[in-house]
């Protein structure tokens, strides 16, 4: 029978033998795909007390049920392993956009595993059914940006390339796997594939993707494109005013930067005006998202050459530009990216930065150069941890204390004090080869430095802007309680990194009034869900089951896999719709795509079979790593900073993001009321996990004595 959907093959590959084996991926499609089938796999294969450099690790590399099959903003993958960078070695993920996904469909697989490690450099080749493990010594020791241009000029146009850094091959925790345009996962990945000599992944498909009812599936994408979808992170109202919009964004500022009079000035063949985008002109999507004006204002105009993106989205959120300053200090000048990297490259700069070429054009250039020496060295940094660790070291002083005189006198200062953009990309360079005492620990992570430097608690705990730990586990919170109150930092806990979870900071930094959200909002989740921010309510039954929605739809998004920066359809940028979305629209693709009859519920009820996996899976790691039994108690704890910062607030005062103790331990009581877990552990019971038809997982935890009673 015809697979719809999925590709049916799961490709297992061994580095240490060599051999090469396929199998059905008929037994994991209950977990969807992506993440569920990675964490699946990892659970059966490697015990949960393997270090991640250990040959046994595995990496699962995978794709979900929507992927490659035109459903917009569905380019996503997922790379699942065990995290060599935060507390208890947990399973993460990695996240990456681009092409690579589709190109493991189109050449007929919903995964590949990856164990062993090669006896010299290697990269994988597939090409449709043809799959070999290939030498790679000739791009071994190269930045990303060379490795995956030489082996495309190798094999072909065809091939879509993805490659680790130098950060990668010299085991930094703080790495990434990038393609040539931006497109990176994290999560230590990089380093992972290094310790199995593996420096990319190189494929070409040309097959299809089998969909079950075509002309659903085209129905359904005009639905979306005309009614639903917004701007980058499916912001619903456009930044400035346009004439069609009934409303524009509170204080001019959101993703749907595109407007008339912002152009493309580098352009090929002179500048182009974005326009005005009404929601029902598809034609016009790809002008929305202006993210360089977002980042940066209208400065960053000047060095626009176009917007790029992801197979299968309209939106084009990665800027491509031409920092041609760059070259005065000998740096490449062409960038391509859309977040973190390009934003948040001046924290290196505890003196401040100069312009280059136009009034406010500093951050533009700078950051610049941050992203294009991450992405080619291939460090991670963290959600910007790395970046905020090395300004504290630095304007705190303890940069004295922990790193050797004669070290810090090395650095570059003048390059800092001048504004040059080649200071940032030395300290990179230093935590990308491990040099010295500064690159090799700030390149271990937060949770290693912490320990290496003997910082203690206290650095977790500290008000500092430097300071986002989100709890004490060595990663940063990611749209916390400063965007949705208790709701976020519910589900900024769950995971073994930062969470990624965009369901709400999409509506609550939509630029749309309030009161509109709100409607929206309660609509689907009842009366007191969704606070203003930094206008916080204390606790409901309403916040928890909102909390519980995102936790468990971030999970459908990175294994179905879509685009959790654009997905969930909460808000339509449609007056005619009253600004309402469609949250059925997830349930009603899978069904078109893959012939069977799903619900919301069937989505979100196999979305949650994954969220007590992953949980069940951290505690297994926190137990055999650490020891510890109590997730609630460490995984789960949440650092002083949160509840005793802005010391001339109380908390539910307007203008507040701090939280009260006693009203989180509530929010967590409701959250593992609501997902079946133990309130005192906050570990699933067995009756929860059998329900999902995780028994086995039941009587893994049982064995240790952690299972719940």
Not at 98 to 118: C, E, M, Q, T
Not at 180 to 185: A, D, T
Request: net charge negative; hydrophobic share 35%.
């Amino acid at each position: 029978m015809a697979t719809y959907g999925w590709a049916g093959t799961i490709l297992r590959i061994d580095l240490t033998t060599g051999e090469i084996t396929k199998e059905s991926s008929e037994k994991y499609q209950k977990y969807i795909g992506g993440m569920g089938i990675g964490y699946r796999i990892i659970y059966e294969d490697v015990p949960l007390n393997t270090h991640p450099f250990d040959e046994a690790a595995e990496i699962v590399a995978a794709v979900g049920p929507l992927t490659g099959s035109s459903v917009p903003c569905s380019g996503r993958m997922n790379f699942s392993f065990l995290s060599p960078f935060s507390r208890g070695n947990s399973i993460v993920d990695a996240h990456m956009g681009g092409h690579l996904g589709s190109r493991f469909k189109f050449a007929g697989y919903d995964a590949v595993v990856v164990r062993g490690k090669a006896s010299k450099p290697v990269y994988i080749r597939i090409n449709d059914d043809e799959v070999a493990i290939e030498d790679a010594s000739h791009i071994w020791g190269k930045g990303t940006f060379d490795s995956n241009r030489i082996l495309t000029e190798e094999l072909g146009r065809d091939y879509q390339t993805a490659s680790i850094g130098p950060a990668g091959e010299n085991l930094v925790n703080y790495s990434t796997i990038n393609t040539s345009v931006g497109n990176s996962g994290g999560g230590g990945i990089g380093a992972v594939m290094g310790s199995k000599n593996l420096k990319a992944f190189a494929v070409r498909g040309t097959g299809s993707v089998k969909i079950a009812d075509p002309l659903k599936v085209k129905e359904l994408n005009e639905y979306m494109l005309t009614e639903l979808i917004g701007g980058n992170n499916n912001h619903n109202v456009p930044a400035v005013p346009q004439s069609w919009a009934e409303y524009s964004a509170v204080g001019g500022k959101n993703r749907w930067s595109g407007a008339p009079g912002r152009a493309w000035l580098k352009a090929e063949g002179g500048p182009i005006d974005a326009g005005e985008q009404p929601h029902y002109d598809m034609n016009k999507i790809a002008y929305r998202c202006n993210k360089g004006v977002f980042d940066f204002g209208e400065v960053s105009l000047n060095y626009t050459i176009k917007v790029g993106g992801c197979s299968s989205c309209p939106i084009r959120c990665y800027t491509q530009y031409d920092m041609d300053p760059l070259a005065d200090y000998d740096l490449p000048t062409h960038v391509s990216n859309t977040c973190v990297p390009v934003i948040y490259g001046t924290k290196y700069y505890t003196n401040g930065i100069k312009d280059f070429k136009y009034k406010g054009d500093a951050s533009v250039i700078i950051n610049g150069a941050n992203a294009r020496a991450m992405d080619d060295l291939g460090v991670w940094c963290n959600y910007s941890n790395l970046n905020r660790d090395f300004n504290w070291l630095v304007t705190s002083g303890k940069i004295h204390e922990v790193i050797p005189k004669e070290e810090v006198d090395s650095l570059p200062w003048e390059w800092e004090k001048n504004g040059d953009p080649r200071w940032v990309v030395e300290i990179l360079r230093r935590v990308a080869y491990k040099e010295g005492e500064l690159g090799i620990g700030l390149g271990l992570g937060t949770y290693e430095m912490v320990k290496r430097w003997n910082l203690g608690k206290e650095f977790y705990d500290r008000e500092d802007p430097n300071n986002q730990n989100i709890t004490y586990n060595g990663y940063p919170k990611h749209h916390a309680n400063e965007d949705t109150g208790q709701v976020g930092l519910l589900f900024n806990l769950m995971y073994n990194r930062d969470c990624m979870t965009h369901h709400l900071v999409n509506v609550t930094g939509s630029g749309a009034p309030y009161e509109v959200s709100k409607a929206t909002m309660e609509g689907f989740f009842g009366p007191g869900c969704y606070d203003k921010k930094k206008a916080f309510t204390p606790m409901n039954r309403n916040k928890a089951k909102l909390a519980k929605w995102a936790f468990n739809g971030k999970q459908f998004h990175d294994s179905a896999t879509l685009c959790n920066w654009m997905w969930p359809m909460t808000q339509s940028p449609s007056k005619e719709r009253n600004y309402v979305g469609d949250l059925e629209l997830e349930a009603k693709f899978m069904s078109a795509v893959t012939g069977k009859n799903y619900t919301q519920a069937d989505v979100e009820f196999d979305s949650e079979r994954i969220s007590h996996l992953l949980r069940g899976m951290t505690a297994i790691s926190f137990y055999d790593n650490l020891g510890e039994t109590n997730l609630r108690l460490t995984h789960d704890a949440i650092p002083d900073w949160i509840f005793d910062g802005e010391a001339d607030f109380e908390a539910f005062e307007e203008g507040a993001t701090k939280m009260d103790r006693d009203d989180m331990n509530l929010a967590l009581d409701m959250f593992y009321e609501e997902l079946g877990w133990d309130k005192e552990t906050g570990i699933p019971t067995r009756a929860t996990l059998e329900k999902f038809d995780l028994g086995d997982l039941a009587d893994d935890l049982e064995k240790r004595g952690i299972l719940p009673r």
